[in-house]
């Protein structure tokens, strides 16, 4: 009596079944050497800052954009402009609020293809407890470490950052300039 499992047939059909089924999304954890910094302009002068820290998590396959997931933690205390008064402001109740709010976070789970190794994720930044939509456009670079370099533009007011006084966008733009150089390296 032959089991019906073994048959050329069920084993084909197995491998078939085996080979369509879909794999999960690389996953990858955020390197050394990675980078998270803004630029605006104060009274018409443009600077730039980092952040205290950050951590990425991405789940990504360009394959598979349906299953990719980025999720960023951001550390607001300790971000640097390289200008003391400038710090100690940022980190103050007009602006981040470290006291209350230490952390920011971006979470992205809709990503879509713009031709090449260009991508966008379409997420939401939660910063100040107010949470907006937020999409950053990257380049993917496969690789160990692989690279995803990418740039976003937030409405500060719109998560309360400079509000006061400091809410003329005369003095202050509104729009603020995000770039990230995430090295990644698999998961263990």
């Keep these: 009596m032959s089991n019906r499992l073994t048959t050329p047939a069920a084993v084909t059909a197995m491998l078939v079944a085996m080979l369509a089924a879909p794999a999960d999304a690389a996953e990858y954890v955020q390197a050394p050497g990675s980078s998270l910094a803004f630029a605006t302009r104060y009274d018409g002068e443009v600077f730039t800052g980092r952040f205290g820290g950050f951590d990425t998590r991405l789940s990504f396959d360009p394959e598979r954009l349906g299953d990719s997931r980025l999720d960023v933690t951001i550390e ?98 509104d729009e603020v300039a995000i770039s990230t150089r995430v090295y990644l390296h698999p998961a263990p």
């Design 76 to 173: 607001l205390a300790g971000t640097s402009t390289g200008n003391a008064d400038r710090d100690s402001t940022l980190s103050g109740g007009d602006f981040f609020d470290v006291a209350r709010f230490a952390r920011a976070r971006y979470v992205a789970e809709t990503f879509r293809a713009l031709g090449g190794n260009r991508y966008a994720a379409e997420g939401t930044l939660s910063l100040r407890g107010v949470s907006r939509p937020v999409t950053l456009e990257f380049t993917w670079t496969a690789g160990t470490p692989a690279l995803l370099s990418g740039h976003a533009t937030v409405r500060r007011l719109e998560f309360g950052v400079g509000g006061g006084d400091w809410s003329d966008t005369g003095v202050i733009p």
